[in-house]
């Protein structure tokens, strides 16, 4: 007892000073400086004793290294209202994802773990002494998302745990879901929370107010080029299904995409939340006063036109060739829009997003066939979904036909096998059958004099469409998407020995043919800061033109181009569509 009650006071003196500190801080927004690293900081949770935890993503001292999207950090207050330097907590964390959902009591922590490492779901640690000890997955029934990107919080009174899943049967990508503590052995399946939060777009990172009534959560339903904004809506009743119409936040929506808001310093009425800087999701905290809202009854159809006046712009309702595919008038059909409406409503803007885009690449197609590298189209020779299993090592390679894509005539080739250290170029085919049964290689490189060559791994090469790859003739107008090539996150350095390899297969082309000159193009998705994105796509290209430099090809024949997120290929409401925006192109000027 003797020693406990020098500790409580100081603990006292250190919240008190925090107060202080933070209360003169945030009255506007403002970085949460002690806490941010050049990394990813989500999902903060305040523990009882005061500590804060939270998730950083892509730190290189994280389980899995800097591919690691998650793992558990903590900071505790000093006596000088400042935080301490983030330290990792390795008992809390795997080489997946992991997310603090919250302090059920002072001793014990649920944490969401991803799979990798330890089954899917939320799990119990207890602390012993000063170690964390793994205790037992949390009984939750039919608990399953299909997205690599969690986040769920534990309620104020520890009953419920608001969730964000990607389920069959949802609205759209990510949805919110709601699960109910009904005994220490058993909780809930999660109940979706309805078409009046959750749309075709994805729903994340909610809260819960203190007395369970109203939630805070982020959005990309508007998908008005800034990624997420942070959203509130009330609970109509006790049914968890009816909710008001959602509204966004007065303060927080202005800076990039915003998540992660939540009431973590309560005496003080001060939130954190994430924002990110750039496409790729990099986030600092930020400190903001808590809004305490009011909801009013809001009028369906101007909420759905306020909608598209955001989401569609003058510019975007018509496309390149003139032709209208979408105008505000015409979805504004009648005086009031029930639910189902707004939805329809959502999948027509989608829909026509989709039509314009697919029309704009048919059209140019049409116009000239040997303009189009379709690498990453549905029509491609090279599938770009690899299998969930590797290729047998005991089965043999498929014999593939390797021929001019505009002609269809036979090209003459050389095949270039790798490892991560090893490279060795084969004459035919049957070669590369007698490789495949001595070593361990899974990277195959198709190179011929005039056309744009192909990289691919042992999966894809099984995959392909008919056994044919197709190569496109490195004539002025051809685009290659150099999809192996990988960046560190929020950054222009190269991330891996698979971009390595890209690079020297564009050094080779460039080395074989003498006479082409090229653009590179970086582009990103639509999340963050637009500048920010441009800034970042044109130093990526750069980075590129710098290698191709530096392996002696001349300066004067690459021009580097930066587009940011302003010309996407896919979709930006998925992760999916969001990687396969994220790319630097190829293009052959003469």
Request: glycine content about 6%; hydrophobic content about 35%.
């Amino acid at each position: 007892m003797k020693v406990k009650k020098p500790l409580h006071k100081a603990s006292s003196i250190l919240l008190l000073a925090f107060s202080v500190f933070i209360t003169a801080k945030a009255q506007e927004i403002r970085p949460f400086s002690d806490i941010n690293t050049p990394y990813n900081e989500s999902h903060a949770v305040k523990s009882p004793n005061g500590d804060l935890y939270f998730s950083v993503g892509h730190h290189p001292e994280n389980t899995g290294g800097s591919l690691d999207h998650g793992d558990i950090w903590i900071s505790q207050p000093n006596l000088n209202g400042r935080w301490s330097k983030p330290l990792r907590i390795k008992a809390l964390s795997t080489s997946g994802n992991d997310v603090v959902v919250g302090f059920p009591d002072a001793s014990n922590i649920l944490i969401y773990h991803d799979g990798q490492q330890i089954p899917q779901g939320i799990h119990l640690y207890t602390k012993i002494g000063n170690s964390w000890n793994y205790v037992k997955k949390l009984p939750i029934s039919d608990f399953k998302t299909q997205s690599s990107q969690f986040s769920g919080r534990l309620s104020e009174d520890g009953k419920i745990i608001i969730l964000s899943l990607q389920k069959e049967g949802g609205f759209g990508n990510e949805d919110l879901y709601v699960t109910f503590k009904k005994s220490d052995t058993e909780w809930s399946s999660p109940l979706n929370l309805g078409p009046m939060i959750n749309t075709f777009g994805q729903e994340q990172t909610p809260y819960l107010s203190e007395d369970n009534s109203t939630i805070y959560f982020s959005s990309n339903f508007k998908a008005n080029g800034r990624g997420k904004e942070i959203y509130f809506s009330r609970r109509l009743d006790d049914s968890w299904s009816n909710w008001s119409q959602p509204r966004e936040l007065s303060k927080a929506n202005s800076i990039g995409s915003e998540s992660n808001y939540a009431k973590i310093f309560k005496e003080e009425n001060i939130a954190v939340f994430t924002t990110t800087t750039n496409s790729e999701g990099m986030g600092d905290f930020m400190l903001i006063s808590f809004e305490n809202l009011v909801l009013e009854e809001t009028d369906s159809l101007s909420f759905v036109e306020e909608t598209i006046e955001q989401v569609i712009s003058p510019q975007e309702v018509i496309a390149e060739n003139g032709a209208m595919v979408l105008t505000i008038e015409n979805l504004k059909k009648a005086d009031t829009l029930s639910i189902s409406n707004r939805h329809t409503v959502q999948q027509e803007i989608l829909n026509s997003r989709e039509e314009q885009i697919s029309n704009y690449r048919e059209d140019i197609v049409k116009s000239d066939p040997e303009k189009i590298v379709e690498q990453s189209s549905k029509k491609d020779s090279v599938s770009t979904e690899i299998m969930d299993n590797k290729v047998n090592r005991g089965e043999d390679l498929n014999k593939v036909q390797i021929m001019d894509k505009i002609n269809k005539e036979p090209v003459e080739y050389l095949i270039t096998i790798a490892d991560e250290q090893v490279k060795k170029v084969l004459k035919n085919q049957d070669e590369m059958q007698e490789e495949w049964e001595k070593w361990n290689w899974n990277y195959i490189e198709i190179s011929a004099r005039g056309y744009i060559p192909n990289s691919l791994t042992v999966e894809e090469w099984q995959q392909l469409n008919n056994n044919t790859l197709e190569m496109v003739p490195a004539k002025a107008g051809a685009r290659w998407v150099l999809k192996k090539i990988q960046f560190a996150r929020s950054s222009a350095e190269f991330a891996d020995e698979g971009t390595i390899q890209e690079l020297d297969l564009l050094v080779n082309f460039m080395q074989e043919n003498e006479l082409v000159k090229i653009r590179l193009e970086g582009h990103t998705d639509n999340a963050g800061d637009p500048v920010l994105n441009k800034e970042l796509s044109l130093a990526r290209a750069s980075k590129i033109r710098s290698y191709l430099t530096m392996k002696g090809i001349d300066f004067e024949r690459i021009r580097i181009t930066g587009w940011g997120g302003s010309k996407p290929i896919a979709d930006n409401s998925t992760e999916t569509g969001r990687e396969i925006n994220r790319r630097v192109e190829m293009y052959i000027e003469r």
